[in-house]
Structure formats: structure tokens, C-alpha cells
């Protein structure tokens, strides 16, 4: 539903009000931030960044804080009338290992390292943003139900978001995604995803030393061939990535598996 211009113009108007007033917050939104950023998170490995995000929730009063099957960090930030539930989520996984170094720097206008765009930023926004609602006196009249999502990246296919929806006991009215990379912008559209993963194995290694053997790899290249020959409409746009291909270990042996990874996205 589309707001008039009359009741958007006060909301407009107190913008940089209220932009000056939470210069206040910022040592906690830069601590915040580096905390997220400094403890790994890996993909399907999250549960310290996610018990750190818990206590940021028990500190600032959310209630029915909990983590789910998947690992999810949730917590409610109850509204004056609580008839609508409006879901604030930040995906809290990482695509580098715990062994990389996640030291963050801090300057006058910078926070440097790993993670901190992609989505360390982010999930510090959602562990202040009950602090932020105070301090602006902001009371909303719906709950908002804040998510630290797992395993959203690579072969997580936003796992923990999708378990969250399938089995929330609440009616979700509305819906924000917090981004660190795009902290300042409004989406209000996104592209639907599905990713896959293709493994070919052989039966048999078959000779070694077969002149022109290919191993796995013909057949992966046949089906690689066959997918950039599927027919993409233009109109809603649509593409196939093919993100990774892996088959071999050496110059002189046909590999036995080859695996393709791939994305699909549409406008639809």
C-alpha cells in the first residue's frame, strides 16, 4: 500500500533531525561493528556471532529471544498495540574461514576488514537498532521481529531465513533486509534465486593413460552446453550463472567427479 505524500512529508522532514541526534550512538554502532567483524562466522559455523548477538538482544530488552534449528538468533521488540509483526533480518554469516584474519581497523572515516560490507555492518545495525528506536523516542505500533539469519551464503541458500518463514508462529505483515554494502539505499524490489549443484561421477576410472580420455569432464561439458542453450525470456529478465566448475587434480589423470555449481535469477 502506497503512503500519501502528507503523512510521508513529517517523516521526511525529521530525517536530518534525527540523523544529527544519533551521532550520539556512534561509539556503540562502531563497537558493535567491530565485534561482528572480528569473530568469524563461516557459513554453517555462526553460532559465536550469533550468541553475541543474543546478548545484545537480553541487553536491550527484547522479548522471547531465542536461536532455532538452524541457528537463527530472533528477538521481539514488542509495539504499543502489537496487532502487526514486521521482521527486521540480517544474514549473520560470512564467506571467509575461521582461519583468516578478522581484525578490524579503525580510522577518522573507515572501518577496514574482512566481512565488515558483507555483512558485519549490518548485523551490528540490527544489534543497535532497539538503542537507536530509544534514543530517537521512537515507539512503533507494530512489533518488530529481529533475525540474525545463518546460512544465507554459497551452498546455505538462505537456509536459515527460509526454516525461520516455514515455521514462524507469527504472521509476518512486512518484511527488511539490512545490508552493510547498501546501508544508505532502499530496495524495494530483488530478483528471485535458485541455486544448484551438479556432481558427475564415473562408474570406473577407466585406463589412465587413454589417449584423448576426459575423464568426468566430457560429460559435465555436455550438460554445461546444454544449459546455455536453454531459451531466457527478456521480459521478466532472466540469467543462468554458472559460478564454479571443479573436476581434476593433476595434468596426466582423467578425473573420476566434476562438479558444477549454478545460479538462476529472475525478475519474476
Known amino acids: ?7 510521508l512529508a513529517p517523516i521526511l522532514d525529521a530525517l536530518p533531525r534525527d540523523r544529527d541526534a ?32 543474543c546478548d545484545r538482544f537480553t541487553e536491550s530488552g527484547l522479548e ?26 540480517s544474514h549473520v554469516d560470512k564467506i571467509w574461514e575461521r582461519s583468516s584474519d578478522h581484525t578490524v581497523t579503525v580510522s577518522a572515516d573507515s ?9 558485519s555492518l549490518g548485523t551490528a545495525v540490527l544489534a543497535t537498532l532497539p538503542a537507536i528506536l530509544d534514543h530517537l523516542g521512537l515507539r512503533l505500533t507494530s512489533n518488530l521481529v529481529l533475525l540474525g539469519a545463518t546460512r544465507s551464503l554459497g551452498r546455505g541458500d538462505l537456509g536459515g531465513l527460509r526454516f525461520f518463514l516455514d515455521n514462524a508462529q507469527r ?3 512486512a518484511a527488511l533486509c539490512v545490508e552493510g554494502m547498501q546501508i544508505e ?20 576410472a577407466g585406463p589412465r593413460t587413454r589417449i584423448g580420455s576426459a575423464g568426468a569432464i566430457a560429460p559435465m561439458n555436455r550438460i554445461v552446453q546444454r544449459m546455455l542453450a536453454i531459451e531466457r525470456p527478456e521480459r521478466p529478465t532472466t ?30
Not at 522471547?64 to 533480518?89: F, H, P, Q, W, Y
Request: charged share 25%.
Open 1 to 7: 500500500m502506497e503512503e500519501s505524500p502528507d503523512k
Open 22 to 53: 544519533l551521532a550520539e550512538l556512534r561509539e556503540m554502532i562502531l563497537a558493535n561493528a567491530v565485534m561482528c567483524g572480528e569473530i568469524p562466522s563461516p557459513t554453517f559455523e555462526e553460532e559465536r556471532l550469533v550468541r553475541f548477538l
Open 64 to 89: 522471547n529471544i531465542s536461536v532455532d534449528e538452524m541457528g537463527n538468533a530472533a528477538g521481539i521488540l514488542t509495539g504499543t498495540k502489537g496487532t502487526r509483526d514486521i521482521l527486521v533480518v
Open 111 to 119: 572501518l577496514t576488514g574482512r566481512g565488515i560490507a558483507d555483512n
Open 171 to 173: 504472521h509476518i505483515s
Open 185 to 204: 539505499r532502499l530496495s524495494f524490489s530483488c530478483l528471485g534465486m535458485l541455486r544448484g549443484e551438479i556432481l558427475v561421477t564415473l562408474k570406473s
Open 239 to 268: 540469467e543462468i550463472l554458472l559460478g564454479s566448475v571443479d573436476a581434476g587434480s593433476a595434468f596426466n589423470v582423467a578425473p573420476r567427479q566434476a562438479r558444477l555449481r549454478f545460479e538462476v535469477r529472475s525478475e519474476d
